[in-house]
């Protein structure tokens, strides 16, 4: 079977096996990336195709303003009362402009507390709760103390890591995945490329994918390149997501792609797929 085949069958068995919900766990590995800029319009792309999207701020960095979330309780506060205070599960979703919904997982001092406490373990099942409400949960993420994601289903669920062509961020992509299989074992994992052609981006994967094969018999999965595209941030600046304010920009059509092979009821290749295979 050709290399194409293979991939078309790994992508339909992938499709087949898509859990519900899908909870997905992107993971930088370039901190001067605008995450919250790449989440936001990732979710609003996936919203536009017609499915329910929450996007969970989940990381140890402050980016709490730019979700809209500073203000808002987090999941651990609503089980716990923090400050004595008794809030609901509404008081800790809220819903923006570009139509997903955001919530905070946690404040940044109880972001390593111990995945086997109770504290962690309820939290986990509120998580699971809420992600039932939802098709697709993101989660803007980051490593804990202990080289892990917070909480089990996060763990559990998908990995992307978000890298860019830049030697320091190729080899941070590559000790994150380390990390995180020296403490969950063999996996998975996706992988996007910031500012990057296609084609640049195709190369990248390449690279990176041959070794993490090589010295760690694991596959990654392309899910596509971010170009560097100035209509991204003229679109911030309005307040609207890429695909909303200049719907024919390169960045608004590789949002789109990524989109639909995160959502697998829009995955236009399953169909072709089935066919072929």
Known sequence: MSNFHQDQAAGLRRIMAAPKPRVVSIISADITQDQPRMMTNLAASIFGQGSDVLVVHASQESREVKYGVDKLPSLFDVIFEVNNEDFSISDAI??????????????????????????????????????????????????????????????????????????????????????????????????????????????????????????????????????CDDHLSRAAKLGRSVIDAFPLASASTAFKQIAQRLDYKHDGTAIHQMASI
């Open 94 to 227: 809220s819903n923006t402009s570009y139509g997903f919904n955001v919530a905070k997982l946690m404040q940044k001092r109880q972001f390593n507390i111990d995945m086997e406490s109770d504290e962690c373990e309820l939290t986990n099942q509120l998580f699971n709760e809420l992600a039932h409400d939802y098709e697709i949960v993101l989660v803007d993420a980051t490593l804990n103390k202990d080289n892990l994601l917070p909480l089990k289903i996060l763990n559990n669920g998908e990995i992307i890591i978000q890298l860019t062509r830049q030697p320091e961020s190729i080899t941070n992509a590559y000790t994150l995945i380390k990390q995180i299989c020296s403490e969950l074992g063999r996996r998975s994992f996706g992988i996007i490329v910031d500012n990057a052609t296609d084609a640049q981006a195709q190369i990248v994967f390449r690279n990176i994918s041959q070794v993490a094969r090589r010295f760690m018999q694991i596959e990654l999965e392309f899910f596509g390149s971010i170009p």
